[in-house]
């Protein structure tokens, strides 16, 4: 499973996956669009996050299978 990301109004630079324990279970360098592989992820939630210099975003993430 995967998804994808495109961000065209902000400048990301890394894309951070964490488990609700608050420990990080993916990371990857980010550009205008990627696509995030998440078949290694167990189903639950997750917090995505979306860094940039000086900013974050972050949207929760359910895996269902």
């Known amino acids: 499973s995967s998804f994808q990301i495109s961000s065209s109004s902000h400048s990301f630079t ?9 420990v ?4 990857q360098n980010f550009s205008s669009k990627e696509i ?3 078949s290694n992820l167990s189903c639950g939630i997750y917090l995505v996050t979306l860094k ?14």
């Open 14 to 22: 890394s894309i951070e996956i964490h488990n609700t324990s608050g």
């Open 24 to 27: 990080m279970v993916h990371y």
């Open 36 to 38: 995030v592989d998440t």
């Open 52 to 65: 940039s210099v000086g900013t974050s975003v972050t949207k929760l993430l359910a895996v269902e299978r």
